[in-house]
Every structure is written in C-alpha cells, then in structure tokens.
C-alpha cells in the first residue's frame, strides 16, 4: 500500500515538474533582431536532482574552455551572467545586455504608425463640354405614296419594279385601253355635231333680228300693223333661246369629252409629285401584267429616300430639353463607324398618356442614299455646349456627409484636403465643375480610403 503511493506520489511530482516546464518555455518573448533570446523571469530548480542549475554549454580544445561565458550554478542560490542563452533553474535573477520583465508581466510593445495611403491623382482640365441626349429610334421616308388606278381595268404593262429609280411625270404602267378609247371618240363627235348646230342657231338669230329690225322700220312707217311687229319680235326671241340650249348642249358636250379623255388618260399611270426633287425610287411593286384591276387598287410606291425622318421617343426628361433646330448625330449599327448630320424638326405637343412619351422628328439628309427606311438607329441630341470650362472624371467625385466634392492634394505636405464642388454638365464619364475654382491634381482612384487631412502617397496618374 505505501510503495503504490509512493510511486502515485513521484509520478505526480514529474507531470507537475513537466507542466512547469512547459509553461516557462510558453512564456519566452521574442526580442528584435540582433538581440539574445532571454527568459521572462526566475524559474526553480525542479528538473535535476539537488537543485543544480543548467550550465552553458562549453567545449574544449586542448583542455581550454571555448566559450568566455561561465555558469555558477548550486541550490538553486546562483546567479547566471552572459549574453547567450542561460536558463537557470533555481530561484536566481538572469542578467545580460538587457532588462527583461519578470514573469507574468505583459510585454511591451511600440506603437505602430498608420502609412500613407497610396493614390492615383489626375490634374483638372479645361476644356468643352456638352449635355447630350441618347435616343434610339426608325427611319422612315420622308415623303411616301401609293400610285392606284383611277379607273378599273387590266395592267397591259408594267415598266419599274422595287428599287428602280423613277422621274417626275414618268409613265410607269399602262392599262388596255380599248374600253376607253371608244367613248372618248364618241364624246368628240356628239361636241363636233352640238358645236355645228350651234353654228346654225346663231345663224337663224342673226336672220331673225335682222327681219325684226326691218318690221320695226315698217310699223314706224306704218306699213304693217302691231299684231305683225309681234309676230317677228316672237320669231327674234326663239331664236335666241334657241342658240341658249344649242350652246349648253355644247358646254354638256365638252364636259363629257373631258370625262371621257380623262378614263382614256387614266390608262396610262404617271408618277408625279409636287416637291422639287426630280428623280424617286420605287418602294414596292404591287401588280403584275395580266391583272385585272378595279378602281383605286394599289400598283406600287413611290418613295422620296433623298432625306429621312429619324422617329424616336423621348421621356419627361429629354422632352424638357428638346427643341426643334438643334443638331442631331445619327449612328447606324450596320454602318459601324458612320455617323450622319440631322436636325431636330418636330416635337410633339404633348406627351403620350400610357407611354409618358412624347415623339420627335429629326431630318437626316441622305443624298448618297445610304441609310434606308426602316433602319434601327441611334440619335445622339445636343442640349447645351460649355466652353473653357473645368472639367474631371467623375470617378473624383465623391459624397462625404452627404456632401459631393474631390480630393485635392498638397504635395507639399502630402496630404489632401475635401473640397465640397457643384457638378454641372455629365458627358461621357467627365462632369464639368462649376464651383470652386481648383488647381492642381485631384485623387480618382483610392479616394475611397480618405477623409480630410489624410496622408497620401502619390502612386502615379491617371488619365485626365
């Protein structure tokens, strides 16, 4: 029973010896470089037997010592001297090159200092700025019509197809005119007939006013009685209400010509138009030769391609801004690299209800014919153009307690300041600066670390 407790008793004392050790060789402190390693404080000697403490490890060559350091070491009542590492179990003090705190003492550390923080700055410029508005929207034909037939009947011929270019007055299909030819010819007889009877109505006036004039020389001369002067006064006015019908029957004659000259010339269809320019296209062809048509069906279209109209939609924002006059740049993504001059010429008055959207005319001049109708573009609108103006990326522009303004730097002290700026126009990732007025360079990239008065480190710059 004693010897098993003895020995529960040495196995006690060597884990505590162990745990000691343990928590001594956790408690070193790494020193700057140059500097030897010490131990934080005093340890007891438990780990040899009498309390003898641990020398330095020493060699000899031919008898003598290689290392100048001595350890006098005891009960545990010694002290160790050097600039190596000594570790001394016993209750003794360690003294070298160097205080070190005792054991359990926190270390003490140097603070350290925040860098400066590593900036790209670019310069402020001066220069044009504009406000643009992007729109997209169709091309349509400026003017565009529909050449039908005035009359029915069959297409004889066709002479243009889609595409072909046509002139003004050019005769651009036929129909059979047979049915229309004979009544133009009957017309023209019935006026030659009227017309001579007309001739002989007139005739017969002259005869009876002459013979009235003379029945009045007579009853003056009282050669024949009132009842006769009466009778040739009668025979007078007949024949003057004769010649009256005889020239209607003439103008209801001509009239019918007319009629029947224009059935037989809306045979023949012409394309004609009231504008100046003297050459279209044909957009469409409708019919073919052979086709039986009636009245007011279609034959083709005609286009006028010379200029386009740019349609496009506008919201509230844009509409505010708009006005007919201002100047346009037309993009076609079929036409990469191309752009094309147009005007603002119409804007509508109102705003569509269900859209919130209101339509804008552009005139987009199209002499080479390039762009067709029909075609998705792009309109770029010009608002307003600034001058000598400052101008910065609108990455420099930051918020800071609800503030917008740019970092300028010192580069003298290499700091930078927060100045609070008013933003004007925006165009393409530049914004003009309409106040302050600013010199110099302005953060644009890790402005997102800074507060006023930082420490910067000029990285490099930045595209202005």
């Known amino acids: 029973m004693k010897k098993s407790l003895l020995i529960a008793f040495i ?16 408690k070193m402190v790494v020193v700057p470089s140059g500097a030897p390693t010490r131990p934080s404080g005093g340890t007891e000697g438990m780990g040899n037997p009498g309390g003898v403490g641990k020398q ?73 700025i504009r406000d643009v508005g992007n729109f997209s929207g169709t091309l349509e034909a400026r003017s565009q019509f529909v050449l039908s037939t005035k009359i029915a009947g069959r297409l004889k011929s066709i002479f243009v197809d889609a595409g072909d270019e046509v002139r003004k007055g050019q005769v651009v299909a036929l129909l059979e005119e047979e049915d229309y030819k004979y009544p133009y010819e009957q017309a023209v007889a019935d006026l030659e007939a009227t017309r001579a009877n007309l001739e002989d109505a007139q005739g017969a006036l002259e005869t009876s006013k002459r013979e009235y004039e003379r029945a009045k020389s007579l009853f003056e001369s009282k050669i024949i009685s009132a009842a006769e002067l009466d009778s040739y006064l ?30 037989l010339d809306s045979t023949r269809i012409v394309a004609t138009w009231e504008s100046e320019e003297p050459t279209r296209v044909i957009g469409e062809r409708f019919a073919n030769p052979g086709t039986l048509l009636r009245a007011n069906d279609p034959i083709c279209s005609v286009l006028d391609i010379s200029s386009l109209v740019g349609i496009v939609n506008v919201t509230e924002l844009g509409y505010t801004k708009i ?24 804007v509508t008055p109102y705003l569509n209800p269900s859209t919130r959207q209101a339509t804008v005319r552009i005139t987009v001049p199209n002499r080479s014919r390039e762009l067709k109708p029909g075609m998705f573009i792009q309109v770029e609108v010009e608002f307003a153009r600034r001058q000598q103006v400052q101008i910065l990326p609108e990455a420099c522009i930051v918020t800071r ?25 925006r165009e393409g990732g530049k914004v003009e600066i309409l106040s ?22 000029v990285a490099g710059r930045g595209k202005p």
Request: a positive charge; glycine letters at 14%.
């Open 11 to 26: 196995l006690v004392s060597a884990l505590s010896a162990y745990i000691g050790m343990e928590v001594q060789r956790r």
């Open 56 to 128: 330095n490890q020493t060699g000899t060559t031919g008898g003598a010592p290689s290392e100048p350091n001595r350890t006098d070491g005891g009960s545990g009542t010694g002290k160790t001297t050097g600039v190596r590492d000594s570790s001394a179990i016993g209750s003794g003090k360690t003294s070298g090159s160097g205080d070190v705190p005792p054991s359990g003492s926190p270390v003490q550390t140097s603070p350290v200092r925040r860098g400066a923080v590593s900036v790209e700055v670019v310069p402020i410029q001066i220069g044009t």
């Open 234 to 263: 009668n025979q007078y006015r007949k024949a003057e209400a004769t010649v009256k019908v005889v020239q209607a029957q003439v103008k209801q004659r001509e009239a019918a010509l007319a009629i029947a000259k224009d059935r």
């Open 323 to 346: 006005r007919p006059g201002q100047r346009a740049t037309i993009r076609v993504e079929i036409l990469p690299g191309r752009e094309f001059p147009g005007t603002v010429d119409r």
């Open 401 to 425: 307690e609800d503030r917008l303004g740019v970092f300028l730097v010192n580069p003298q002290e290499g700091k930078v300041k927060f100045i609070p700026v008013q933003a004007g126009i």
């Open 436 to 457: 302050p007025s600013l010199i110099g360079s302005v953060v644009i990239t890790g402005q997102h670390l800074l507060q006023d008065g930082s420490s910067v480190q």
